[in-house]
């Protein structure tokens, strides 16, 4: 039997606007993290989800993105 869920994380933003990196990676690469803003939270997280069948190549395309910009 198929999941229902998949796993995700709340990783602490460190570089600045969390919203603006949010914003700027899914312009950029198509690869879409929330912004904790989204949740009610007014912390620099973000929240990534796992469960998705194109997971590898969106760790690729965001690994891409943080080697261009930071």
Do not use: W
Not at 2 to 25: I, T, Y
């Amino acid at each position: 039997m198929r999941p229902s869920g998949g796993c995700v994380g709340f990783v602490h933003f460190l570089r600045g606007s969390v919203e603006a990196f949010c914003q700027n990676l899914v312009e950029k690469t198509g690869v879409l993290l929330m912004p904790a803003s989204i949740y009610d939270a007014s912390t620099e997280h973000f929240r990534i989800g796992f469960g998705r069948r194109n997971m590898p190549a969106a760790l690729n395309q965001l690994k891409k993105y943080l080697e261009m910009t930071h």
